[in-house]
């Protein structure tokens, strides 16, 4: 059975950071695709940062140059370091595992087979 498990969000001020962890169990990062999304009150779930088995990542054109996506495929462990974070990334984040994703695909969530409960990261002004 698949159990992806998010830690690290919390509340920071605009200007903070914060790095969000993902630890599988049943599940091998080495060769999937591995994803991080958030979901807003009242806004669609987002794809955020997503990486492949081959080092391919992927970022939405809001988080680019403040996160970044990385796994430590020895601890079988997904990470999302975010830094300058503003007031608009406030949302829930979750992450998303599957086999295999097209490198055009990476941050459409329903590609993605397997998920996280969700850490909440609220940033303050």
């Known amino acids: 059975q698949v159990q992806l498990l998010e830690s690290g969000g919390g509340s920071v001020q605009t200007g903070g950071s914060l790095r969000l962890s993902c630890a599988a169990s049943?599940?091998?990062?080495?060769?999937?695709?591995m994803g991080w999304f958030r979901q807003a009150p009242g806004k669609e779930r987002e794809g955020v940062a997503a990486i492949r088995s081959d080092g391919t990542t992927s970022y939405a054109d809001s988080v680019k140059g403040r996160f970044t996506i990385s796994k430590d495929n020895a601890k079988n462990i997904l990470y999302l370091q975010m830094n300058s974070l503003k007031p608009e990334d406030t949302a829930v984040y979750y992450c998303?595992?599957?086999?295999?994703?097209?490198?055009?695909?990476?941050?459409?969530?329903?590609?993605?087979?397997?998920w996280g409960q969700g850490t909440q990261v609220t940033v303050s002004s």
């Open positions: 049943g599940y091998t990062y080495r060769n999937a695709c």
């Open positions: 998303a595992a599957a086999p295999y994703i097209s490198k055009f695909r990476l941050l459409v969530r329903d590609e993605y087979d397997y």
